[in-house]
């Protein structure tokens, strides 16, 4: 008996097509989101993980732990000796899904390609110190022509760098540049391996024990080099998630008003100076001129946007990116539609 065509699909089909709505709720719970994976550059020099500032903050108080815990979603913090270069090749193999990094490091991965979406502001205006060798003479920037002088390259201590020279009229073509983390360079300095470095607050550590000296930092060029740090996702994890980012954002300023209360100075530096294996009059001398308030507010404030457009200009201009790009592009779509 010859069936009709249709009569013939419905016979296969409907079977077929029963098993799979029956599939479907399998496959809502392959994609349903079990774990955050956030990636912060490791500046401890201790056994413990410290990537300063709000980072420290939010794991110390649990508070993404907390957010989430509700909806059995796990934070998976995962720190990088590495800093930025190697946190931009795990987001390229998809192997994080936000991170916590300095303002070129973010901006390399930007114009390289990588589909991130900016979040949040999480530093703004930190200082960065030159470190000399103990009597080399070593006084000012101009002083640096023609030495070795230990920078981590693709980190935002790089454009700090590059912004201080271009505010004295110089380049790195000036001076003998050597690439180094912020460990090696620090070890170098107290060996004696290097003439200089431009680094953050660990160097005054060296300076205490005599190691090295610390002739100025980025507040006496007028601000000239100091940095910004932001929150990036990647496009994948935003577009498929805008709740969860819209809780973590949330969250975050939990962090962030703890952290913008200067009378929580103290509290602050204790934590990160325990983390970091630093000593706490390190960061106490770091942060005795500045306000909290004016560091670590989370807004994508105009002022912010503007000093991330400048850092993205000068890399284009010291040749750090081959494409400059527009930060206001770069905002994640829900906040730039809500204004933040």
């Not at 114009?111 to 960065?128: E, F, I, M, Y």
């Not at 000296?213 to 007028?222: A, F, I, Y």
């Not at 507010?297 to 890399?315: E, R, Y």
Request: aromatic fraction near 6%; charged fraction near 20%; include cysteine.
């Amino acid at each position: 008996m010859n069936l009709p065509f249709k009569r013939v699909f419905s016979l296969f089909a409907a079977p077929a097509l029963a098993g799979l709505l029956g599939c479907l709720p399998l496959l809502a719970q392959a994609d349903e989101l079990k774990q955050i994976r956030i990636a912060v550059p490791d500046l401890s020099a201790g056994t413990q993980h410290s990537g300063g500032g709000v980072t420290d903050v939010l794991r110390q108080q649990q508070i993404f732990e907390k957010a989430f815990a509700d909806q059995g979603i796990s934070i998976q913090w995962n720190y990088f000796k590495g800093a930025g270069p190697v946190i931009n090749e795990a987001f390229a193999n998809g192997q994080v899904d936000l991170a916590y990094l300095g303002d070129l490091a973010a901006i390399i991965g930007k114009s390289n390609g990588l589909d991130t979406r900016l979040l949040s502001a999480t530093a703004r205006g930190v200082k960065q110190y030159l470190g000399v060798v103990p009597g080399s003479g070593i006084k000012t920037l101009q002083d640096l022509k023609g030495k070795r002088v230990a920078v981590f390259r693709g980190t935002a201590t790089q454009l700090s760098l590059d912004a201080a020279l271009a505010s004295q009229g110089l380049s790195e073509k000036d001076l003998k540049i050597i690439n180094l983390d912020f460990n090696a360079a620090v070890a170098a300095l107290a060996a004696k391996q290097i003439d200089a470095t431009w680094g953050g607050s660990n160097l005054n550590a060296l300076q205490a024990k005599g190691l090295a000296e610390v002739p100025l930092n980025t507040k006496d060029l007028g601000g000239a080099g100091s940095v910004q740090a932001v929150l990036v996702g990647s496009g994948a994890f935003v577009d498929a998630h805008p709740e969860v980012v819209e809780k973590l954002l949330k969250a975050q300023q939990q962090a962030v008003q703890w952290l913008t209360q200067d009378s929580n100075k103290d509290a602050y530096i204790e934590l990160v100076s325990g983390l970091a294996s630093y000593p706490p009059v390190v960061l106490k001398q770091d942060l005795k001129d500045q306000r909290f308030s004016e560091i670590f507010p989370s807004t994508l404030d105009p002022v912010f946007l503007g000093k991330l457009q400048d850092a993205v200009d000068l890399a284009a201009q010291q040749r750090l990116i081959r494409k400059p790009f527009k930060v206001s592009e770069w905002v994640a779509p829900q906040l730039a539609a809500a204004g933040l």
